[in-house]
Structures are given as structure tokens and as C-alpha cells.
């Protein structure tokens, strides 16, 4: 072999061939780009779980917070039920009470009489733990008539749908009835002068 021959094949023998595994780096771009979209599809899953989970734990407060608000209505509701059937049957001696006392004026020798005076402490306790209790006299004078609260006896000269007269006291405990009110009801007739004076007398409320 000639000393040229040898000189042309020395570079290639010292290293000048190229590795047949060597490249132009571009495998390692691509590794690097498949990572990073791998790395942003996890974030992107992540954030659509994370919003998710909030929406779930949003719903759960929004659910619990009407439960614990419909249980507090039921429970308002059974208790103004349990006291209207209570009170319902006490109300009888509220009407004896001013039925007595309304008959006083009949009696001029009993109207300042100490027993009379002890009678109308009793209905006046008897009327405050009533009202201590949530139950209220249905206000119904000059009212338009509701099935819902009023009982209609009569009907007679006045305002039509309109209450002219309470008969007996009604009473309420929030939206409960305790105790409709019985009432006479205007049929739309003119009003008389006689029917006028009485309804300036009043109606006997006991």
C-alpha cells in the first residue's frame, strides 16, 4: 500500500466515519414535543376533574342547605299543627270569659264588684299566654270574605264579599287556622237605617 493510499485512509480510519446511529437531533424534538402535549392533555384533565369535583360539592351544599330549610318549615308547620288542636279546645272558655263579662253591664251591683275584677285577670292571662303562644285573633271587620279564615252564617244588607258582622272570634297561629272566624256577609243590598243602628250596637262575639 502507498504512503498516499495510507494518508487517504487514515482520517476515515481515526474516526471519520459517521456512526450509523448518529443523527440530527430531530428524534429527540419530537420526544420532547410528545411530552410536553402529553404533560398539557394532563393538566387539561385535571382541570376538568378539579371543575367537576366543584361542581358536585357546589350542588351538595345548595342540597343540603334546602334540606336543613324544608326540615325547619316542616317542623314550624307541625308545631303551629300540635298547637292549633291544642289551643282549639281551650278557646270555648276564652268565649265563656266574655260571654260572662259582656253580661256584666246587666248587673250594675256586680260591676265593680272585686270578683268581677278577678274574673277579668283571669281572661286576660288567659289571653296573653295565648298570644305568648303565636295565636292571634283573625282580624275580619270590614275584611273581604276568605273561605280560608271565615265561616259564613248569614247573609244580609252590605258591601257584597265583604264581612259586616263577627259572631264568634276566630284565631291563627302563623298561616294555621285555629279556629275560623264566624261572620255575617254583605249580599251586595243596600244598608238600612234600622240595620245601620244595629250594626252601630254591635254583635254579640261570644
Not at 298547637?83 to 276564652?94: D, E, M, Q
Amino acid at each position: 500500500m502507498s504512503v498516499n493510499a495510507e494518508h487517504k485512509e487514515g482520517p476515515q480510519g481515526a474516526g471519520g466515519d459517521i456512526p450509523a446511529d448518529a443523527g440530527d437531533g430531530s428524534d429527540d424534538m419530537d420526544s420532547s414535543t410528545d411530552s410536553a402535549t402529553d404533560a398539557l392533555d394532563d393538566g387539561e384533565d385535571l382541570r376538568a376533574e378539579l371543575e367537576e369535583v366543584r361542581d358536585r360539592w357546589t350542588r351538595a351544599v345548595a342540597d343540603y342547605q334546602n334540606l336543613r330549610r324544608r326540615s325547619a318549615e316542616e317542623r314550624t308547620e307541625l308545631r303551629m299543627q300540635l298547637l292549633a288542636g291544642l289551643v282549639g279546645g281551650y278557646l270555648g272558655v276564652l268565649d265563656d270569659f266574655d260571654l260572662a263579662l259582656g253580661s256584666i253591664h246587666e248587673h250594675e251591683e256586680l260591676k265593680d264588684h272585686p270578683w268581677v275584677d278577678g274574673v277579668r285577670l283571669v281572661r286576660q292571662k288567659f289571653a296573653t299566654l295565648l298570644a305568648d303562644s303565636g295565636v292571634t285573633e283573625i282580624l275580619v271587620e270590614d275584611e273581604v270574605f276568605d273561605p280560608m279564615r271565615h265561616e259564613a252564617i248569614a247573609y244580609q244588607p252590605g258591601p257584597e264579599g265583604r264581612v259586616v258582622a263577627v259572631v264568634q272570634r276566630g284565631f291563627e297561629s302563623g298561616s294555621q287556622v285555629v279556629r275560623p272566624a264566624r261572620v255575617v256577609v254583605g249580599n251586595g243590598a243596600p244598608i238600612s237605617n234600622e240595620q245601620d243602628d244595629e250594626k252601630n250596637d254591635g254583635v254579640d262575639q261570644g
